[in-house]
């Protein structure tokens, strides 16, 4: 397939790090925003929404009617957006009105099914922008960066590095009656967790668990071929058109840091330099809030919100014990940049291990030391529950 590259949320071309070339050329970088899919019950679906018909083209006359069903209201307006974004390549748009003769635009940006401009949209291309659609939901509206993986055109396979973390699976028909919404979780679906998507809390998320049991993708799905066996899935539950969803923490989301055994978070002493990185019972103060940026591959600097310095390795040590402290940020020093390793087993903590040393781990001196203020440290991994984190939005 041709390169993709990546589009923002206007529809502007985005620059890229040359670095991503090769996975551009197989996959696409994505914003999200549906809050809902409007037209959506338990006992209907999109086929049946007054204005809509898949046997003809969205171009035509019958296949998006002017002035009636989607075309009515705001939040149908929006699910149209997202449905020709996703159903037409970025070369290709309509425009239609609303019922006060009002028209609209909608502009193509991925072409999972480019045929349904001016022809009739089979079941592969249902099933293609069903999974599209679903894959763009974010419960709170807010857009975040995705990248998509998937078996359909203007998608393809490939990874992204600034996307490392496989949040999940998407695939349905929302084009049946009752429509098919379902997801299932990526093996990274409690990891770099963003707003309103897997991982998250959803509230009012239109799809559900495929199966009876809240399990991972891989557990059910069938992957890609080789070469691509680990960028996502060719076919679930029975659909064989699923859009395979990876994700990295958001830029514009503040996190907060939290000890398994303690439950308090990580503090921020002051605003000095070089001041110590404590514990506290979290208060949502912006002392303890951190963003969480990425500098390269899997490497991350976290910085302090109240004080703009970022959690680093005292005088660049590493003996165990060494204080961990915030100070200005210098352009690749490993004693300021961090790995996150998950768990595991779906428990939502992490070992944040500084670049300087990957054996050594963000850690508590001890599973007793749970006291408030108490500094944090570094110290050798050893699996202890006191040198693991979890990483959740703050509130």
Excluded at 187 to 209: K, L
């Amino acid at each position: 397939m041709s390169a993709c590259a990546p589009v923002g949320e206007d529809g502007e071309i985005l620059v890229e790090n040359e670095d991503n070339v090769g996975s551009i050329e197989q996959a696409l970088l994505a914003t999200n925003g549906l809050k809902t899919v409007n037209g959506l019950s338990t006992t209907n679906g999109l086929k049946t929404v007054n204005g809509l018909k898949t046997v003809n083209g969205l171009k035509t006359v019958n296949g998006l009617q002017s002035g009636v069903g989607l075309m009515t209201s705001a939040s149908g307006r929006d699910t149209i957006k997202y449905m020709v974004r996703c159903a037409l390549p970025a070369s290709d748009s309509i425009t239609k009105k609303d019922q006060f003769g009002v028209s609209y635009t909608f502009q193509g940006q991925i072409g999972v099914a480019p045929q349904w401009a001016n022809g009739a949209c089979d079941v592969a291309c249902e099933e293609s922008v069903s999974a599209c659609l679903l894959a763009h939901v974010n419960t709170t509206g807010q857009n975040v960066s995705l990248w998509l993986d998937g078996n359909m055109p203007g998608v393809g396979w490939g990874q992204s590095d600034g996307h490392p973390y496989e949040e999940g699976s998407f695939f349905g028909n929302l084009f049946t009656s009752p429509p098919k919404m379902y997801y299932c979780n990526g093996s990274d679906f409690d990891q770099a967790v963003v707003p309103g998507r897997i991982g998250a809390g959803q509230a009012n998320a239109p799809y559900t668990y495929a199966w009876a049991e809240a399990t991972v993708c891989e557990k059910f799905c069938t992957p890609a071929d080789k070469p691509y066996e680990n960028d996502g899935y060719k076919a679930c539950g029975g659909l064989n058109h699923v859009v395979t969803v990876w994700r990295n923490f958001d830029v514009n989301t503040s996190y907060k840091i939290c000890n398994r055994v303690s439950g308090k978070c990580l503090d921020s002493a002051s605003t000095s330099e070089g001041s110590a990185v404590i514990q506290n019972p979290y208060k949502s103060t912006t002392s303890q809030k951190w963003q969480i940026l990425q500098i390269s591959p899997k490497k991350y600097k976290v910085v302090n919100k109240s004080s703009g310095k970022v959690l680093s390795v005292y005088q660049k040590k590493t003996a165990d014990g060494t204080a961990i402290v915030q100070s200005t940020y210098v352009n690749g020093a490993t004693d300021q940049l961090w790995s996150f390793t998950s768990m595991g087993n779906a428990t939502g903590f992490h070992a944040i291990s500084p670049v300087l040393k990957s054996t050594s781990v963000l850690s508590l001196p001890s599973a007793s030391s749970t006291a408030d203020g108490q500094a944090v440290q570094e110290w050798t991994w050893a699996s202890g529950t006191h040198s693991q984190w979890s990483i959740a939005i703050a509130n």
